[in-house]
């Protein structure tokens, strides 16, 4: 499900989540760093200094991976509970997410929040079995992470004794888990899908640069939230806004008992603006815009910010007013920011590797590799190497996945035909490897997910033509109007076997583009809904400008950061319902000032 950022379709004032991860023989640690460190290759050692806390993740890893279901020291509780017996794990990681953040958040004008904080969480990942079966098997995926708060400073010992804590926990479900998919196999019919658990994969060595912690001028940015949020006193109709700024720098290190040793940074800065209103009828509304950067550089200036949020208002009153929508079923465009959020939503959640495996999947296009799914001008990627698009800075992007894999450049669907699948470590049929895109936010096992989805043409026009294109579609199908989607918010997919695999896009700003010559016409309440077979057989033409729609994605492995790229695209058939009416009046009470004075232009101010 692809979100706007924050993740709600109202204000979401969260400020950072860290999207990230032992029996103690205090003499054996330097020894086994030692060892792992001359495995390395020599360029690789040369790359940077090994940070202490990598350091005492790889020598607490190594020692736990050497001793656990190997030694004659008691069971972990957990373990001896289930009546399990000990067993060594086959695979152990530890991935550690280490983050500065600063929150600046206003409404009305007003400061409502300011801080800053850091914060260091572990998962420690623990397999058990085999690769062919393990405890993650099936519908006990979870079982293979316990995730713990890891000390602030390079106190080595502490460390490892935190580490040494998890892994026990984790190892300890392992156990558990083990012992319930073992029974489970014993009497369950045979899978259509019999693959592994986890693929085989090299171990991948990569020392990078250390995130410096956030350093922004915090006052300056304080003074510029406040003014941006109090542009919406402009419009008293504006009945909730905010304003959020969040910088985060994150170091993420990962070590696994494979040889894997890798770190790595990433920063980000968003801005969010928000706003929320009522229609007299009790339809709630609300308009939305992110700008995001590598860093608060890379933001937009304050005019253009403050001309976004502006436009944020006046969409609101003008929205407030607008008819509500009727069913519809005919032709549509579907700007590049709305394309992007609909091929997210109704094929790319559908191409990750894990659902095309277990018998709950829907598995849309497992049988379809190597035949045409779109029409043969569409072709699609997934390439979060990438970390912009033209000007615009990519969410989606990173060097290395939840899983110490490299990212890699997928090509997804090659003129129209099926080429690939977006693969974690789970292997399914015909798939044995990753291709980098096992990714996670903390606590959550990784599995194949999106990173920066590119949709690109081969039949593009200009956006004129494709509005001529609408309203001769429009006539030929006896429909008084066509519609177009200029903005949009968010949607989800359901790929589950046991319900309708079937999508929901949710837009924002609709207009009926009418085939007689009136001016178009803005609705509200809509909701765009269909299945996935049919929506991408509708597709009859591109727009020649690709669009960015940054934004968060939740799904089974928790919530992540994506991209999506898009043309604007015109459809021959497209479904709407309407959204929910609601029932709540508008405020009783009049807003402050508002029934005495009327709203400041931009001149008076």
């Known amino acids: 499900m692809l979100l706007p950022k924050p993740q709600s379709h109202l204000p979401n004032d969260s400020t950072s989540a860290l999207q990230r991860r032992t029996i103690r023989f205090p003499h054996l640690a330097p020894v086994a760093a030692v060892i792992l460190l001359l495995a390395l290759p020599a360029a690789a050692r040369a790359q940077q200094p090994v940070p202490v806390v990598l350091d005492a993740m790889t020598a607490e890893l190594h020692r736990a991976f050497t001793l656990l279901g190997r030694s004659a020291s008691p069971q972990p509780a957990d373990a001896a509970s289930s009546g399990s017996q000990q067993l060594p794990p086959y695979f152990l990681s530890y991935s550690v997410s280490d983050a500065s953040f600063v929150s600046i958040r206003a409404q009305y004008g007003a400061l409502a929040d300011s801080s800053q904080g850091r914060a260091r969480v572990a998962d420690v990942q623990v397999r058990v079995g085999d690769s062919k079966l393990d405890n993650t098997h099936g519908t006990h995926r979870g079982s293979a ?3 713990m708060q890891l000390p602030l400073g390079d106190d080595r010992e502490a460390l490892e004794r ?4 998890a892994t026990n926990n984790g190892y300890g479900n392992a156990l558990e888990s083990y012992l319930r998919v073992k029974t489970e196999a014993q009497v369950r019919a045979k899978e259509e899908d019999t693959s592994p658990d986890f693929s085989q994969q090299a171990p991948q060595t990569h020392i990078g640069a250390m995130a410096a912690p956030v350093a922004i001028d915090r006052a300056a940015w304080e003074r510029r939230v406040r003014e941006l949020s109090r542009i919406f006193r402009d419009y008293p109709d504006v009945y909730q806004n905010m304003v959020m700024l969040t910088v ?11 040889g894997s040793q890798i770190v790595t940074p990433h920063l980000q800065a968003r801005l969010v603006a928000i706003a929320v209103t009522r229609a007299e009828d009790g339809m709630d509304l609300f308009r939305e815009q992110t700008f995001e950067a590598e860093t608060v550089d890379g933001l937009p200036a304050q005019s253009d910010l403050e001309a976004a949020v502006r436009d944020l208002g006046k969409s609101l009153e003008a929205l407030r007013k607008a008819p509500v929508t009727e069913p519809f079923d005919g032709p549509a465009i579907l700007s590049g920011r709305a394309a992007a959020v609909f091929f997210h939503e109704v094929l790319g959640h559908r191409l990750e590797g894990q659902r095309q495996r277990g018998d709950e999947e829907g598995q849309t296009f497992t049988k379809d590799v190597g035949k045409p799914i779109l029409p043969e001008f569409l072709s699609v990627v997934d390439d979060p190497t990438l970390t912009t698009f033209g000007n615009t800075w990519l969410s989606g992007n990173y060097e290395y996945d939840d899983e110490g894999q490299k990212a890699e ?3 997804l669907i090659r003129d129209g035909v099926l080429k690939n699948f977006l693969m974690s470590r789970l292997p399914i049929a015909s798939f044995s490897s990753s291709n980098g895109h096992g990714r996670a936010e903390t606590g959550h096992v990784p599995t194949g997910r999106q990173g920066n989805l590119i949709v690109t043409s081969a039949k593009s026009v200009s956006e004129s033509e494709l509005r001529k294109e609408l309203i001769e579609e429009a006539k030929k199908q006896g429909k008084p109007y066509g519609l177009y989607f200029e903005d949009i918010s968010s949607g989800f997919a359901v790929t589950e076997r046991a319900s309708p695999q079937a999508f929901q896009v949710i837009p924002l700003v609709v207009w009926r583009v009418y085939v007689d010559g009136r001016s ?23 727009g020649d400008k690709s669009e960015v729609f940054n934004g968060e994605c939740g799904a089974e492995s928790g919530t ?29 009470l009049p807003i402050p000032s508002a029934d005495a004075q009327p709203p400041a232009t931009k001149e008076a101010q």
Do not use: C, H
């Open 145 to 147: 992470v316990k995730s």
């Open 560 to 588: 992540i950061p994506v991209s999506a790229v898009a043309p604007a695209m015109l459809l021959s058939a497209i479904e709407t319902q309407r959204q929910p009416q609601g029932t709540a009046r508008p405020p009783i």
């Open 520 to 542: 178009d016409e803005l609705v509200r309440g809509v909701s765009i809904v269909g299945t996935p077979l049919a929506a991408m057989k509708s597709i009859i033409a591109t």
């Open 162 to 165: 935190t580490l040494w804590l």
């Open 409 to 411: 450049r997928v090509d």
């Open 248 to 258: 985060q720098n994150e170091t993420d290190y990962f070590a696994s008992s494979e």
